[in-house]
């Protein structure tokens, strides 16, 4: 079950938006099991202003079984606030934000298991679309027994509090050729992380967007360095305004694994929507790549006004 709610003459002409879910699974080779997932969430998502809150639980034996759950046995706690005014007296400076949002997630018991924190003091959106911000975030991990993060390098059981900061500029994506970069630095676990996100996007046709990404990481441990690359290759084909065709190409340094999703979205009316999905993986061994698996998903979306 699910429900939504949103008006947009709160206090006047502010927006409230407010939702909820439940969700039960039972699952005949898990001992007669049955758990449930449940959530609700409330937000303020104005232009002056913003604030949220969330919350959501998912048990120990639920089992999307056809869908994903990231994590069970767990409860997550979200929030966030925020102030963006747009200043008359800046011609080219359309907007100023500063938000802070929190997430924290605990085991059944409440037992604090993960942690993130997120300032952003200051992004400025100007008159050209083109943004800049700089943001800190203040994380927290508990694992509870040692885990081997990169190839010989192990994090011990502990419970670990870590500051880093990001600087990003985002160009404006009406332009011919855009681009995004992101600069992360500071601490991680026991020691440091540089982390270079880049990525260019090109709109040569009305039709056609392509984009190239790459992110690395550069680790340093006490435990022992590394680094992780990610790169990716994506491609949107809008034949019409209701008929899309995106495909994505990854490849990470870790797992050595290429990824291919290829997706067609037909809108056939407003709030309707029909999904073909083709999704493969390929492992490169001995300078060739071996096809591991192949899923095809159809889905369905329909909207009821009322």
Do not use: C
Not at 56 to 66: C, P, R, Y
Not at 104 to 129: G, M, N, Q
Not at 196 to 207: D, R
């Amino acid at each position: 079950g699910d429900f939504r709610y949103r008006t947009n003459r709160l206090l006047g002409t502010n927006i409230l938006e407010a939702g909820a879910f439940a969700l039960g699974s039972y699952t005949e080779d898990r001992d007669d099991e049955m758990d449930s997932a449940f959530g609700a969430n409330v937000s303020l998502p104005n232009d002056l202003y913003l604030a949220e809150a969330s919350f959501f639980q998912v048990g120990d034996d639920f089992d999307a079984a056809l869908g994903f759950v990231p994590r069970t046995g767990m409860r997550s706690y979200g929030a966030a606030a925020g102030y963006q005014p747009r200043p008359e007296s800046i011609d080219f400076v359309r907007q100023f934000s500063s938000i802070y949002r929190s997430q924290h997630v605990t085991d059944l018991d409440d037992r604090l298991e993960t942690a993130v924190h997120t300032i952003t003091p200051l992004l400025i959106a100007f008159e050209s679309s083109d943004e800049i911000w700089f943001q800190s975030i203040y994380e927290f991990d508990s694992p509870t027994e040692d885990f081997e993060i990169s190839d010989g390098v192990v994090i011990p059981q502990d419970d670990y509090w870590w500051l880093s900061h990001s600087v990003g500029i985002d160009t404006a994506a009406k332009r011919m050729v855009s681009a995004e970069f992101v600069y992360t630095f500071g601490e991680f676990y026991t020691g440091d992380r540089d982390r270079y996100e880049f990525e260019v996007k090109a709109f040569p046709w009305k039709h056609l967007g392509v984009s190239a990404g790459y992110t690395l990481n550069r680790v340093r441990l006490p435990e022992g360095d590394f680094d992780t690359r990610v790169s990716s290759v994506r491609m949107q084909w809008n034949f019409n305004p209701d008929l899309t065709w995106f495909h994505l190409l990854q490849y990470d340094s870790v797992s050595e694994n290429v990824g291919f999703n290829s997706r067609i979205q037909w809108e056939l009316r407003p709030g309707s929507l029909l999904y073909l999905v083709l999704n493969q993986s390929f492992l490169r061994e001995d300078r060739r790549l071996d096809l591991e698996q192949t899923e095809l998903t159809v889905k369905l979306g329909v909207t009821v006004r009322f």
